[in-house]
């Protein structure tokens, strides 16, 4: 389900600079992207990668989940 307390923040924010004056990298449009894969889909973000992404390429030690706290090789972001 997304997350309408981070939309209603983003929403709240005042802009860095006007759209085009500068470049400023953001991850934020991901995220808003991965709401609306799941309010599409009804699914979570985590299973659809898993559904179209790491399941055909055969990826089994993959995974974008996030409770793998002490998994070994785990790469965190």
């Known amino acids: 389900m997304p997350d309408f307390d981070l939309l209603s923040w983003l929403n709240e924010q005042p802009l ?14 991901y995220d808003i992207l991965a709401m609306i894969c799941e309010a599409v889909s009804g699914k979570s973000y985590a299973k659809l990668v ?5 399941d055909p390429l055969d990826l089994r030690a993959s995974s ?6 002490n998994a070994p090789n785990a790469a965190k972001g």
């Open 50 to 54: 898993d559904e179209y992404l790491l």
């Open 64 to 69: 974008i989940e996030t409770h793998v706290e």
């Open 16 to 29: 860095q600079s006007q759209p085009g004056e500068e470049y400023s990298y953001s991850n934020i449009g």
